[in-house]
C-alpha cells in the first residue's frame, strides 16, 4: 500500500475544501480573517506545492511559521562552519545548507575554493566519511529540529560504541515547542491556531503541545504533511474556533503517539541538554537549543577545535526576522525577488526550498490567480 | 521542516539495518531510534532514519473517514436537490 | 597491454598509435574516419544541415539504463532532433583521466559504437586525450553532430498560440534521478532507470504534421520546468500545465519523494515536449504512442493569453507556479 498516494487523492481534497468553505461561511461576518500558523516549513512546502492557498477562502490566512532549522540558522553559524573548513577540516553537511548566506560567504562558495564539503543525505554518511579518512577531522553540521537531532544523536553514539576519534558535531540543534510559547504571545501576529508538525511531532509526542495550548487557550491541531492531511488539519482548526475550543487535536495519529518516540527522546536525553540557542530573525530564546552534554563533549565541535559562534551579521535590508514570525508575507520585503530571488538568495528564507520567501517565489509567483 | 517518507520493512540485515521498500525502490534504513521492528512493518523514514511506525489500521481508518465525510456529503446534497 | 590508461597513451606516440588502433579504428573505422584523415569529407544531401555540439560530464559514469557514452551520442543527436533535424554525423573527443580501467573505456565506446549504429549516426572525426590523474574525473565526452533539417518543420516558440495544445513523450525525470539515486552514499536499489534515448524515431513520426507543430524541446537540464519557462518567457501566452496528466514512473517518483526533489525540475535524456494546433495534437499523440519511445506519451496542458508564465493545476486541484529551478539538484532533508 502507499500510503502517500491514499492522502492525495483530488476528489477527496475537493470534498475537504468545500467543507472548510462551508465552516468558514458559519464564521461571524465581523469576524477578522482566521490567522493559521503552519509551524513547520515542509507544511509551508506542501502547501505551496499542492496550491492549498488557492483552496481556501479569503476569510483563512495561513501564516508561515519559523519551522525551517535552515531559516532559523544564524549567520555566525556559517562563518564558523566555514572557518572550519579553510582550515582543512572535512565537513558533512546536508544539502540544504550549502547556499545558506553567513556574513560573507556560503560553504558552496567555500567548497568552490577547494574546502572538502560533502553533501550527503543521511548521518549514517557521515559516519563512513569519517571511517574512510581516519587522519582527517569531520565535522557534521549538525542542524535540525527534533526530528532530525534524533537520527544525529543515534549516529554519534554508534560512532561512540564503535570509537571514531575523527568526528565531531557543530550544533545548532532547535526545538519547537519554546518558540511556540513567543510566537503564541506575540501581539503583532494575533494567531488563532497552529497546524503543528508532523515529523516533529512523532519524536516529541502530541502531548508535548498540551503546555502551549493551555498557557495561551490556542488550538494545536498536528497534521500530516499531505494534501488531505492539510485539509482536514484546517477543517478541524475551523471546528476548534466554531466551538471555541482550544484543544491539542492529533490528525496525524497513523505516525504521532502521545508521548512521542520514547527510544529517540530517552536518546537525545542522554547525548544533549537544553541551551539558549539563536534563531535568526526572532533572537535569543531560553532552553530553546540542544548542546552536547559534558559526557560527550568530545563529539563536541566547538569545543574540540576551541571554536567561537559569533553572532554574524545579516544584510540590514532583509525581513527574514519578520517573515519567520509570520509578520510580513515575503511579498512586502522590498528586495523579494528583485535583488532577492532563489538563485541569488539574500535572506536565508529564500535559501531553504521551504524557506517562506523561496517557497512563495517558486510555487506562488507575484499574482497567481487564487 | 523534516521530509519523511513511510516504507514497507522487507527484511532486516544481520547488522540490524533495514531494507525499505517504497514502490519498489529499495532504500537502507536504520533502526537505531525504533524497538523490535520486524518485516512487514511500515516505518517513516527521515534522513536515513526510521524515526516512527505507520499504523496501517489508523491510516486506513483515516481514509474510510474521508469517505464517509463524503458519502454522508453527497447524501446531503441529495437530500436538498432532489 | 595494460589494465589501465597511462599518459602516454594520449601522447601521439606509440602507445597512442596502439591505442587508436586496438580500441578506436575497429569500433570507428570504417567510414570516412578510414585512413585516419585530419578531417572528414562529407557529401551533405542538402544544403539546409543543422550542427550542435554539447560536452558530457556525469558522475557516475555508469548508471542504470546507460552511461556517458549513451548520453553523448542521445544527447548531441536529441538536440539536432527538436530542431527537426535527422541526425546522420558526428564527432567524438574523449578527455582521459590517467588511471582510467580500459575495461570500462572499452564499455562506453562499445555503448558509443552501438548507441549510434542505432540511431544510423556516423562518427567520422575524433580525438582522444589524457590528462593527469585528478585533472578531470574519470572521462569527459565532447560530441558535435550535424543533421539534415526536414523542410516541412518551421519551429519557434513565437509560433505558440492560445488554443496549442502540450505535449511530452513519456514519464518525465527519469534521467536525473537515476543518476542521483546511483551516487555513493545514498544506498538505493531497484531504483528509477535513465531515460536515455533517441527522440529523432518521434520527430519521424510527428513529420505528417509537422506543419501543425510549432516547437520542441528535450527537457534535459532543469526538467520540464526549465524548458516550459524557456518558451513561455517574453510571449503573451501562460502555458497551463494538468500535473495529474504528467507521466512518472512510480520509481522515480519514491526516489524524488525521499531525497526531497521536485521532478518536474529534473533531467530527461530521451524525452522531447512539443506544441501544437489543437487539431494535429491526437495525431502527433497517437503517432508517438504508436513508437516504442513514445509509448508513454500524454497531452500534459494548453496555451493561453497571458503573461509568458507556466501555470500548474496540482493534482490536489489548486494551481501554483511552476517555476525555474534554482541550480544544483540536493538531496534535502527538509
Ligand atoms: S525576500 Fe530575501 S531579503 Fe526579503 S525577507 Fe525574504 S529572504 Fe530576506
Redesign the interface.
Known sequence: ????E??R?P??AG??R??IHELAGRRGKRDRPLSIMEV???HTMAISRNGIRSMLPSTIRLISGP????CVTPPGYIDAAIRLADSGTHLVT?GDLLNVPGSHSTLAEARSRGAAIHVV?????AFAIAQERSGTQVVFLGI??E??T??IA?MV??AHQIGIHNLSILTAFKCVPPALHILAIDPELHLDAFLC????S??IGAEAYEPVCRAHAIPCVIAGFEP?DIL?GIRGILQQVLHREARVDNQY?????PSG?R??LD?LARCFQPSDADWRGIGVLPASGLTFRENWSTFDAERRFDLRVEKGTVNPACQCGNVLKGKILPTACPLFGTACTPSRPIGPCMVSN?GTCSAYFRYEGKGVPS | ??????MCVLRIEPDGTAVGD???????V?L????SVAAGD?V??????A??????A??QS??RL??D??TS?NADAGEGNP | MSHSLQMAHGGGGRLSRELIEAEILPRFGQGPLQGLPDAASLELPSNRVAYSTDSFVVKPVEFPGGNIGTLAVHGTANDLAVCGAEPRWMSLALILEEGLSLDLLRRILDTIRDTANAGNIQVVTGDLKVVGRGQCDALYVNTSGIGVIQPAFALAPSHVQPGDMLLVSGPVGDHGMAVL?AREHL??????VSDTGPIYPLVRAALPWAPAIRFMRDPTRGGVAAVLNEIASGLPVDLQVDESAIPID??T???A??L?IDILQVACEGRVLAICAAGAAQHVLDAWQGCPEGRQSALIGTVTPGTGRVLLKTRTGGTRLLDIPAGELLP???
Open positions: 500500500m502507499n500510503f502517500l491514499a492522502f487523492d476528489r477527496m470534498m475537504l468545500d467543507e513547520c516549513g515542509t519551522g525551517c532549522p535552515v546536508f543525505y543521511s548521518p549514517t554518511a535540525g529540529f526530528t532530525t534524533a537520527p543515534a553514539d554508534r508538525p508532523a515529523h516533529v512523532a519524536i488531505l482536514y495519529n497513523r505516525v504521532v503517539k518516540n527510544k529517540a536518546l521551504e | 521542516m523534516c521530509l519523511a517518507v513511510p517504497l514502490d519498489g525502490v529499495r532504500h537502507g536504520d537505531s531510534l525504533l524497538e511500515y517513516i523514514v527521515h534522513a536515513g532514519y524515526i516512527e511506525r505507520l499504523d496501517p489508523e491510516a483515516r481514509i474521508f469517505q465525510l463524503q456529503r | 539515486a544506498d538505493f536499489t531497484h531504483g528509477p512510480r520509481r517518483a519514491a526516489v519523494e525521499l526531497g534535502r532533508i527538509c
